[in-house]
């Protein structure tokens, strides 16, 4: 499992977010993830539990996120 995951909220992103990470290889495992924001929570547990340690995302699904996981003790 990735230690680290980005989150972004549309597949372009995605996309992007990869041709950027490809140029430092020495950055892996890293994991790049399309995912809508209703479900950016549940994906956040769910790569937590799988033992990621840090999981990047921005504005709402952020916010969202650190919400969720405070409240649950899990951040």
Known sequence: MAKAAI??????MQQMAAELIAHYPNRSPLCIEHTHTDAACQRAIRLQNDGCELILARG??????QRTMTAAGLL
Do not use: K
């Open 60 to 65: 709402l699904q952020a916010a969202l996120i």
């Open 7 to 12: 989150l972004l909220p549309r597949s372009e």
